[in-house]
């Protein structure tokens, strides 16, 4: 952990290391298309439009990920105090709030076939939503403080606020929906998926993680390029 | 712990004096139940329905317009740093501050609440376990709200970001006080043990997040 | 009771705004903050009062109480004043004193001449008098450390000779004393700390 201290250090491992990411998310997107559009089966009910959950459900997984990844960075800001872990909260936010946002638009894309309207309050896509309104939260808090170092103290404790409420969250939606709603509106069949359907799926979640990595490390370069300048900005300042 | 005490006392004669108590959430609650029949309309079938889930939206943001009165004024005039270099930890006073916000503004409006929804045609069997889950669960809706009022102090935009931040934290406080009351009468114990499970719960964590949060207001 | 500062730097927005400053203060003893604005009289001031901690260098505290900290020793008086205006004078102090430990209201009260003002709203004090409200904290509990930021603004003459009085007796009492000001206190300081000096 300690050779990423530096950022300088960081920058030209995480240079070396993109290329052979980027590679690896065209591999295993090419698979999991391949898997999720070729060989998988159309289901019996829904038909082709199955195929978008080859789409949202490993989105829905990096919306959950990538929150989990902010509040892991931001713990490490509070105990370790590593220089790097508050940048890597921050980047990650959008590129999460982006997955969130495909998640529940192709949620709402897979919905309307069935049952004919663009948004349903099941338990998954209300959950997500409310998902979606954390990852707002946490950007504008971000965006609202200007001092970095403040702003970098308050969203630690706003992405661990976070974390910890969003079991709560997800269990309270699941309950009010069962209260309203009996059935589970997106089948997937839970642990029985065939396994055509299994491995498109995993593969995806693969390519997605890959690509979130690939992002991810785009966007901390790009934030340490920033504060570099604005290191430099300061220093000519004060001369 | 007088110091404690004396913290509690003030806050709430501050609060009866300075207004923004319990007169002003009254009024603003008074006035969205009259906005709600204007616009779903005067069936009373309807408004019956609506009542119980109205009545809580209204108490969510009521609370959570009230609440960045409870570190503002303190830190604008300089009280919060004092209060910071005090015998107590600043957990402690987070926690009667929002204490204090309970007691004068979150528990007068869910007492009030339930029996203001007879302008709602809210069932009449309807209106005890709503007063019971309001009581319950607006203990952890002030805490909640403390919590954002700490993150966002002293920010423009403020309120605007407090409400983003705490009615997600919300969501399942809304939840289980609905439960309470679908006029089954079995959930009313479960939905009321669960609302205090997570007062208790917003007991603890409240001041820990909000004090880390001003003292990163204070340096 | 004394305090000694080590190679102190202090941070703020990613600017150093002092670095490399080393002083001891000992009971009775008066230690005099200048600079130019922007210097970092204030923010040493919260350093000491552990309300921001030093990005270098570190405080030491010997004597006092150890289970408490600098700051929960000290006194801060900053440029806001910590009064409720919805409150009267004497309400405002019985709450400092009650939050803060013990104290003698009417001592303090004489202290900064508001005896005659003592059930008066707030509200409506002047300016000066709202100082000296503000003031009447430190004659009102007794704690080792004071920590003054530009005490004298606001006072008229009077006033401020009540200010050197209350400074005068703290330090007889084997009280420590650090401020910040542009205008002489009334009192001789002890030793002095420039920030900000010309690079």
Sequence with gaps: ????????????????????????????????????????????????????????????????????VMALASAVAIIFRHP??????????????????????????????????????????????VLFLLYVGYIAIWQAIEEPTRAATIARIVALVGVVNIPIIKFSVDWWNSLHQPASVFKMGGPSIAFPMLWPLLVMGLAYTFLFLALHLISIRSEITARKLRNLQIARGEN | MRLLWALLRRDLILAARQGGGVGTALGFFLT?????????????????????GMLWITLLLSVLLSADRIFQQDFEDGSLEVMAMAPASLELVVLTKAFAHWLSTSLPLSLAAPFLGILLNLRTETIWPLAL?????????????????????????GGLLISILVLPLYVPVLVFGMSATTGNPEMIMPSLLILSAM????????????????????? | MQI????????????????????????????????????????LLRLLANLAEPSLGKINLEGGSTDLTLGQQAHYIAHSDASKSALTVTENLVFWRDFLGSGDLMRALQAVNLAALADYPAALLSAGQKRRLALARLALVPRAVWLLDEPGVGLDESSQKLLAGIMNGHLREGGLIVAATHVSLGLKPDSSLVLGGTP
Excluded at chain 1, 15 to 23: E, S, V
Excluded at chain 2, 33 to 48: H, N, R, S
Excluded at chain 2, 201 to 214: C, G, R, Y
Excluded at chain 3, 19 to 41: A, H, I, M, R, V
């Design chain 1, 84 to 129: 790097l872990a508050d940048v890597a909260a921050k980047t990650a936010a959008p590129i999460g709030a982006v997955f969130c946002f495909l998640a529940l638009a192709t949620g709402s894309l897979w919905g309307k076939p069935m049952w004919g309207a663009w948004w349903v309050w099941d338990a998954r896509l209300t959950s997500m939503f």
């Design chain 2, 32 to 52: 969205v139940l009259v906005l709600l029949p204007i616009g779903i309309g005067p069936d009373q079938v309807t408004l019956q329905r609506l009542a119980p």
């Design chain 3, 4 to 43: 000694t500062a080590e190679n102190l730097s202090c941070e703020r927005g990613g600017r150093t705004v002092f670095s490399n400053q080393n002083f001891k203060l000992g009971s009775g003893e008066f230690l005099q903050l200048t600079g130019p604005n922007g210097s970092g009289k204030s923010s």
């Design chain 2, 199 to 219: 007062a208790l719960a917003s007991l603890v964590l409240a001041p820990i997040a909000a004090a880390a949060a001003l003292r990163a207001y204070l340096k």
């Design chain 1, 1 to 68: 952990m300690q050779q990423f201290a530096n950022p300088t250090q960081f920058l030209s491992l995480a240079n070396k290391a993109l290329p052979t990411i980027w590679a690896v998310t065209t591999i295993l997107f090419a698979l999991g298309l391949y898997g999720a559009l070729v060989t998988a089966p159309p289901d019996y009910q829904q038909g082709e439009t199955v195929r978008i959950m080859f789409v949202h459900v490993p989105a829905a997984w990096l919306a959950m990920l990538v929150y989990t």
């Design chain 2, 133 to 157: 889950s309001m009581v319950l669960g607006s203990l952890a809706l002030s805490l909640l709200a403390s919590i954002g009022a700490s993150l966002t102090l002293n920010l423009r935009r």
